[in-house]
Structures are given as C-alpha cells and as structure tokens.
C-alpha cells in the first residue's frame, strides 16, 4: 500500500454554507472534487500526527463511497485511528456524541440534513471539532481559502474498508474501528431522561408515532423508543433507512412529513407525534390535532426542563437563532437566566456551551438541543417531550395552551420560496436594505416600524463578528419581519419569510397562526416587493 499524491485544480465553489457543503451528488462526483474539499479540511484543522477522527453519515446515496475515499485519505494524512459508524452510519447528533465521549480530535459528517437524497439530489460534507460541535466560521473560511489554491492531495492506495462487521481493522498505519453507531448515542439518552417514567407512560394507553422518514434515525428510534421504552412495534413508522428517503423529502414540516401529518390530523390520532430528518438533528412535534412551533417547544423544554433528570439542576442559560420567535425570551426572564440571539446556524451556539453559559438551545428551522452534544438533536427533543409528557399527565395541547396562558403566545410563521433564480431573491434583499431609511418610524397598517437593520452578530466567548445575517423590521409592539437568504440549499436561491406577533391578550390565543398573522404577511410581501421580483405568488413551503 503506497501513498499517493494526486495533482488537482481547485474549484471555486466549495465555500461551505449554514452547515457544511451542500452540493447535488453529481458536483461531487466530479474528478477530484470530493478529495479537493476533504484534503482542504486537513491542511486547515492541524490535526497532531496519530490524531484520532469520526467519520460517518446519514446514509444517503454516495455515503459509502466518500467514506471510502475519506478513510485512504485520513490514511495519507497521517491520522492514527478512524471512529466509523457501522455501515458508515452515525446520526449528526450521535456523531457529537462519538466525538465527544471519546475525545477524539473531530470528525467529519456527511449529510445534507433535509435536502432529498439520490443519485441527482444533494449530498453534504462538513467537520465537527473536538467540541463535537460544526467548526466556527474561522475554520470553515480557512477551508475555503485552502479550496481556493489546493495543488494536490494525498491517498492511500488500498482496497475498500468492510464497514458493516464491527471491529477493528487497518488502513496502511491507520486503525479503522467500525462502531455500533447507536449505542453510545442510547447510552446518552439514559442519562438524561426518566425512561423508567416514560415506559410507565406507553404502557398505559398513551399512543406514539414516531416518523423517521426513512432516514438515518429509524435504527435509533427502534432501539430507544421501541426497543429500550417498550412502545408497540410500529410506533416508529418509515424506520427503514434509505438512500433516496424512499424518494421522499425527509424535512419534518407539515408539508414534508405528511405520513405522519395525516395519522395526527386524522380520526383516532395518536396522543403524540413526532419527525426527525435526514440526519436525525431536526425534529417536529405534534399532538392530536395539534402541531407545536418549533420557537414554542424550545420555550417549553425551558420551562419544563427540571422534570428530566438531566436538567433538574435548572438551566444557565438559552440560546436561539435570530428567526426563531422570542417566546424562549420570556422563560429565560421568568427564569432570571439569560437569553442569546445568534445568528442562524448551530456553529453559532457551541461557544456558548463551551463557555456554560447556555444549556438549551434551538431555532425556528425545526432543530433543538443542549450542552449534552453541540449539534441540535431530533430524537433527544423528542425524549424530552416524552418525559415531561410522562410526568405532567397532560395533553400536548393543554400543555402548550396553559404555556401561552402564562408567558402570552408569540405567533410565529416563516414563509420559504425555494429555488429562485438567485439574482431575484438578492434583488429582493438589496431592495430592502435600501428602503431602511424610508421605513424606519413608517405606520404600516396596525404595525409602526421601530428600526430596520441588517443583524450582525458578536460572539460574546471570542469577539468574532459576524455581519449581514438577515434584514430585520422590527415594529414597535415587538412584532418583526425578517427576511433571509437560506445558506443549505443547492439549487438556486432559497428566500425565507419569518413573522412573528406577540399577543399577551389569552382570549386571542386560540387564533389559528395565518389569521393572527394575515396582516404583517401582507405588509412582508408588500415592502419587500417579493411578488414582482421573483415572479412567485406563493411559497414553496408555510411553517
Ligand atoms: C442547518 C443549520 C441550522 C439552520 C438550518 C437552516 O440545519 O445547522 O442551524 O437553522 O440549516 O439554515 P438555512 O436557513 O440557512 O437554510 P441542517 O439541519 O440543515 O443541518
């Protein structure tokens, strides 16, 4: 077995976006492609000689086979030990979990999270530090500007790694174990939650279903859920992971996960209802008849923390993304702990739990998790939700009803138009940025504008800057607008719409969210020009 040194050509598109590099699968089979990013990984993280890394992914199609070429390349790279999930396996969480439990020096993930999976659909990339957490934006530039002026990178000439037995073999120098990628991450799971509480409650004739899209978290949710928890078989529904999802989309919205949508909107629903994603990091949660915002169930998680035993301690702190609605805002007050804003983008969280100032974080975009990983966590939110339900012996409704009874409801939408030509969706937001001045102290309807800006962000551990993360109007009752462009997707440009409206008043609480919301949509559509612009009367996708 030789190491090989390969001359390449860089390519100019590998800058990595919200979360790693997304591309379609065939942008990375191009010659080379692939190999460029991963050798520009490692020359920018300085892994120590012998250093220790995880590698695994959702499973979608074109896993094996960068696995395969990713292990010669560790290989090559001088790396002493490859953590490799069975199958070339491991959930984006239970890969922070990997990471972290065996202090390894990182790892690298493939996955493009939600986005469909197929020979012509989206394949992704990214590296998790030390932390377990996606490297700052420090790391994810440095990677880039390697991507830039790559001369060559360096393989190990070897047969292909068998990765569905368990043990250990070599690579050249380097040991490749190839670990049952769930068992760590249920271990985890144990630690925090009542499981005996949560067994006692699908027991008695409480009734789940949980929708794994046919991505990667069917194994885990089987053992956990099923397995470990004693729900029925077939609690967990599509738990069969597959390369394309089954041909799905495997986003748990109310659109994507309709299987599910159907059962819980349906006669005889289930008490409970619950989808991860492609790669097991976002969830969804539903009751009968009943879908909680993903901005609500992270102010719930807060307010209910202590009733799991991983957070009876209480919380130092919660994170959100700027999108996500401010209702954690008001937990965080009645709490007496402090509340972040970042911007989108889970990266933007890890300092904070390093630095334990924040135990809960989550956002808008369906993703919740805490300083046990430091990636958001699909299964972890939906144990969470399970053990408070196990221990308050209320529906998720009157739960989330008696919530907004207490803190007000932060009605909350976000509107995506996917797939724009791209120089639309930019008319749209320099459009924006220019009206600032004509907006600022504007009446708009019921809504007067406070400021306008352009969010940019501090991060109060390392003082890095990070500057035009989304157009903000904000009004002077705390309602805001905020308009996005999406870093994960891979065609065109995706435009986001987030609307939120606070109302204190509980008689109003019952409002149905597009009704209480109807006039700041108009008002979104009408000074963003957005119609016009891009042609699209409607949006792709409403949450
Ligand atoms: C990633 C990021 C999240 C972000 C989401 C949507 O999630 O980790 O922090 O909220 O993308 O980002 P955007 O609005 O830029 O599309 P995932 O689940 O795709 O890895």
């Known amino acids: 077995m030789s190491i090989r040194t390969v001359v390449t050509q860089p390519f100019s598109d590998q800058k990595p976006g919200t979360s790693g590099l ?55 790279n001088g790396f002493g030990e490859v953590l490799v999930g069975r199958g070339g396996i491991l959930s984006t969480p239970a890969a922070s979990c990997v990471i972290r439990k065996y202090q390894t020096f990182g790892g690298i993930i493939l ?55 368990l043990g250990e073999t070599t690579l050249g120098a380097m040991k490749v174990k190839v670990i049952d990628p769930v068992n760590d991450y249920a271990e985890l799971m144990e630690s925090l939650f009542d499981f005996d509480s949560i067994r006692a409650l699908l027991k008695n004739d409480f009734r789940m279903r ?76 539903l009751g009968k008849h009943f879908f909680v915002t993903p901005s ?26 700027m999108p996500t609605s401010a209702a954690a805002d008001r937990v965080a007050k009645a709490l007496n702990i402090p509340c972040y804003e970042t911007p989108t983008g889970w990266k933007f969280f890890g300092n ?59 009605f909350y939408s976000r509107y995506d138009y996917e797939a724009l030509p791209t120089e639309a969706a930019n008319g749209v937001m320099l459009h924006l940025r220019d009206s600032f001045a004509g907006l600022t102290g504007k009446a708009l309807g019921r809504y007067s504008v406070q400021t306008c800006d352009d969010f940019s962000y501090t991060d109060p551990v390392d003082g890095s800057v990070s500057k035009s993360q989304g157009v903000r ?16 997707g891979t065609e065109g440009a995706t435009l986001r719409v987030y609307l939120e409206a606070y109302e204190a008043d509980a008689a109003r609480h019952h409002l149905d969210a597009q009704e209480a919301l109807k006039e700041l949509i108009g008002i979104a559509l009408e000074i963003s ?15």
Request: overall charge negative; some cysteine; glycine content about 10%.
């Open 473 to 488: 109007i904000l009004f002077s009752d705390g309602s805001r607008i905020i308009y996005r462009l999406s870093g994960t």
């Open 210 to 285: 949980f929708d794994a899209m046919h991505a990667v978290n069917g194994p885990y949710a089987k053992e956990i859920i099923e397995r470990r928890l004693g729900a029925p078989v077939g609690s967990v529904m599509n738990g069969v992971p597959l390369e394309d999802f089954g041909g799905g989309h495997p986003d748990p919205n109310l659109t994507y996960a309709h299987d599910l949508v159907e059962i819980m909107y349906g006669d005889d629903a289930p008490d409970f209802g619950a989808a991860s994603d492609g790669d097991g990091d976002r969830n969804m949660i």
């Open 22 to 76: 997304r591309k379609k699968v065939p942008v990375f089979q191009q010659t080379h492609y692939l190999e460029n990013f991963v050798q520009s990984i490692f020359d920018s993280i300085a892994a120590p000689q012998g250093a220790t890394l995880v590698v695994g992914g959702d499973g979608r199609y074109y896993n094996r086979e960068a696995i395969q070429t990713i292990l010669k390349m560790a290989a090559a």
């Open 111 to 165: 996955s493009a999270s939600h986005n469909p999976g197929g020979p012509e659909e989206d394949f992704g990339i990214k590296f998790n530090s030390s932390n377990g957490g996606p490297a700052t934006e420090t790391v994810t530039e440095a990677i880039f500007s390697r991507s830039k002026n790559i001369a060559s990178y360096r393989i190990l000439d070897a047969a292909d790694v068998a990765l569905d037995k």
């Open 352 to 410: 904070l739990m390093d630095a334990g100032k924040v135990t809960l974080c989550g956002e808008e975009s369906f993703g919740t998790g805490s300083d046990h990983v430091r990636e958001k966590d699909g299964l972890w939110a939906v144990l969470f939700w399970l053990n408070i339900l196990a221990v308050r012996k209320q529906s998720v409704e009157s739960i989330v009803r008696e919530h907004w009874a207490k803190f007000g409801r932060n």
């Open 296 to 321: 609500d169930s992270l102010a719930l998680l807060a307010a209910n923390a202590t009733l799991a035993p991983g957070y009876k301690q209480g919380l130092a702190g919660i994170a959100r993304s």
């Open 529 to 543: 020009e957005l119609v016009q612009r891009t042609g699209r009367e409607r949006p792709t996708v409403i949450t």
